[in-house]
């Protein structure tokens, strides 16, 4: 399945349409403690960058299913997006536009 950003692959192709796939993921109680003390020193918070990284190869991967139960060969105009359900938790989005291939 090719991966795009944007509409321009070098294939003409027939919109399929949107497809999407979507990841909320928690924290856990020892992750938060220890980077609540990265806070106050200051740097990356790396745990939550790792939480962020799966949630959003879950959401990809999500996405790509969707498109794969709909005979797509590519998905075009990716985009993620990102949100808070809850104070302990974060959504992430994928979605883009599932095409076809002409012969």
Do not use: W
Request: with cysteine; hydrophobic share 35%; charged share 25%.
């Amino acid at each position: 399945m090719l991966l795009c950003t944007t509409e321009n692959i070098g294939h003409e192709y027939e919109v399929i349409g949107l497809v999407r796939g979507n990841c909320i993921q928690s924290k856990n109680i020892v992750r938060d403690f220890t980077q609540g003390l990265k806070n106050i020193v200051g740097g990356e918070l790396g745990e939550y960058t790792k939480m962020m990284e799966e949630a959003r190869t879950t959401a990809t991967d999500r996405m790509v299913e969707h498109a794969t139960k709909l005979n797509a060969d590519a998905i075009v105009m990716i985009r993620y997006g990102t949100g808070s359900v809850s104070p302990e938790s974060a959504e992430v989005l994928a979605y883009g536009t599932a095409v076809k291939f002409k012969d």
